[in-house]
């Protein structure tokens, strides 16, 4: 059984940081794409930063390129979302997924299969 843990989230004012944590168990995170989508309120759900099972290539959304970083910890099977400079815009409940063995459409929120249960990120102006 796939579980996919978020974590990190909080309360923050604008301008400040958050680490987001997705801790996996029964699948590695090496063993597919990992990737980070938020819902904002009254939005649909929106891709926000993905990267690949090698962990050689990252992708994200044009929103949050440059502010945001993926990582992961192979060794501690889990996956990272750092941001920085964190706007009210960026207020979501971001959720952490991992896509199907092979699948290239890393922004295509569609082509993930297991998801997490959420964290709330909160921006203050």
């Known amino acids: 059984q796939v579980e996919l843990v978020e974590s990190g989230g909080g309360l923050v004012q604008a301008g400040e940081s958050l680490r987001l944590s997705c801790a996996a168990s029964?699948?590695?995170?090496?063993?597919?794409?990992m990737g980070w989508f938020r819902q904002r309120p009254g939005k649909e759900r929106e891709f926000v930063a993905a990267?690949?099972?090698?962990?050689?290539?990252?992708y994200y959304a044009d929103s949050v390129k440059g502010r945001f970083t993926i990582s992961r910890d192979v060794a501690k099977n889990t996956v990272y979302l750092q941001m920085n400079s964190l706007k009210p815009d960026d207020a979501a409940a971001y959720y952490c997924?991992?896509?199907?063995?092979?699948?290239?459409?890393?922004?295509?929120?569609?082509?993930?299969?297991?998801w997490g249960q959420g964290t709330q990120v909160t921006v203050s102006s």
């Open positions: 029964g699948r590695t995170v090496s063993s597919a794409a």
């Open positions: 997924a991992q896509s199907a063995y092979g699948s290239l459409r890393f922004t295509d929120q569609t082509a993930y299969i297991y």
């Open positions: 990267i690949t099972w090698s962990g050689s290539s990252r």
